[in-house]
């Protein structure tokens, strides 16, 4: 099971710190991905974590204002997402991949990803 929480209503410019929280298998085996759904739109990639920590993200790669973190031993993945626009607006959700790694494969790809967590709720708005 994955649980995300963190989210809000927050202005533009602000940061939120999401968590995804995993039970049900040991987290040190997988990557996890964060995604998001913005209205209208189609669920895109946002950031990827490999099962022994090597982080990549995809929407702002230059910018970093998205930063994927995990702490093994507390079974939770973050999303730390700094400088929120409101094009952020979105239901950000975690997911388990059955791949070590974020390489070698397309980690944004929502096939490849096996369990999801629910979602939460950011929204940017002034």
């Known amino acids: 099971q994955l649980v995300e929480s963190g989210g809000g209503l927050v202005r533009p410019g602000e940061s939120l710190r999401l968590s995804c929280e995993v039970s049900?298998?040991?987290?040190?085996?997988?990557?996890i991905g964060w995604f998001r759904q913005r209205p209208g739109s189609d669920r895109e990639g946002v950031a990827c974590?490999?099962?022994?920590?090597?982080?990549?993200d995809y929407l702002d790669p230059k910018k970093g204002r998205f930063t994927i973190s995990r702490d093994n031993a507390k079974n939770t993945v973050w999303l730390q997402m700094n400088n929120l626009k409101p094009e952020d607006t979105a239901v950000y959700h975690c997911?388990?991949?059955?791949?070590?790694?974020?390489?070698?494969?397309?980690?944004?790809?929502?096939?490849?990803?096996?369990?999801w967590g629910q979602g939460t709720q950011v929204t940017v708005s002034s």
């Open positions: 997911a388990r991949s059955g791949y070590t790694h974020c390489s070698g494969y397309d980690p944004s790809d929502l096939s490849n990803y096996d369990y």
């Open positions: 049900g298998f040991a987290l040190l085996k997988y990557t």
């Open positions: 974590i490999s099962s022994f920590g090597a982080a990549t």
